[in-house]
T-cell receptor, first 110, second 116 residues
Framework: RKEVEQDPGPFNVPEGATVAFNCTYS??????FFWYRQDCRKEPKLLMS???SGNEDGRFTAQLNRASQYISLLIRDSKLSDSATYLC???????????FGAGTRLAVHP | ETGVTQTPRHLVMGMTNKKSLKCEQH?????MYWYKQSAKKPLELMFV???????ENNSVPSRFSPECPNSSHLFLHLHTLQPEDSALYLC???????????????FGPGTRLTVL
């Protein structure tokens, strides 16, 4: 079983749509959780941390369910500039050991 | 220069060559990381250096040899690589805080390596 599993997509959505990505992780000892964004042929960049209470940053909402080992990201009012691959990431602690999912590709079209 | 820089950005090498990848961070961080990203696969952690000491080797073959001469620089020395080693190699840095926790990792732009 993969340590972090994501639907690879692609998700093709029109501008203005709401889109949701899901992710599951296998290690119950995972300590912290993130969504990173990676544009084509670029490095990953932190989008947001994910907390059990749920957290929002503008059009982006992240949710964590520790009991189900499940993480989600909701993007409202999609923009063309949201087109990218979204990486679900868990931190196993120690020396900041990050485990990445393979990513979900999002394509927003006019 | 700001953030994390990597050189070269692209590298083509034969299986018998020896080359080195360089990473430099300008963020004052004290931890550095090497990752490998192959096509259609997740990023894989290769090595972790904390306070200039290697603290994790994620079962990486010996043909990859890291070096961390100081807290700002990280190298990955390559020798007798295989075509399946072709990938994007990413460097990252973060800061270990008092108490042993770390803040977020910042990534460099990567070196795209092709082994012929």
């Amino acid at each position: 079983r993969k340590e972090v599993e994501q639907d690879p997509g692609p998700f093709n959505v029109p501008e203005g749509a709401t889109v949701a990505f899901n992710c599951t992780y296998s290690n119950s000892a995972s300590q912290s959780f993130f969504w990173y964004r990676q544009d084509c042929r670029k490095e990953p960049k932190l989008l947001m941390s994910v907390y059990s209470s749920g957290n929002e940053d503008g059009r982006f909402t992240a949710q964590l369910n520790r009991a189900s080992q499940y993480i989600s990201l909701l993007i409202r009012d999609s923009k063309l500039s949201d087109s990218a691959t979204y990486l679900c990431v868990v931190n196993l602690g120690g020396y900041n050991k990050l485990i990445f999912g393979a990513g979900t590709r999002l394509a927003v079209h006019p | 220069e700001t953030g994390v820089t990597q050189t070269p950005r692209h590298l083509v090498m034969g299986m018998t060559n020896k080359k080195s990848l360089k990473c430099e961070q300008h963020l004052g961080h004290n931890a550095m990381y090497w990752y490998k990203q192959s096509a259609k696969k997740p990023l894989e952690l290769m090595f972790v250096y904390s306070l200039e000491e290697r603290v994790e080797n994620n079962s990486v073959p010996s043909r990859f040899s890291p070096e961390c001469p100081n807290s700002s620089h990280l190298f990955l020395h390559l020798h007798t690589l295989q075509p399946e080693d072709s990938a994007l190699y990413l460097c990252a840095s973060s800061q270990m805080r008092a108490g042993g926790s770390y803040n977020e990792q910042f990534f460099g732009p990567g070196t795209r390596l092709t082994v012929l």
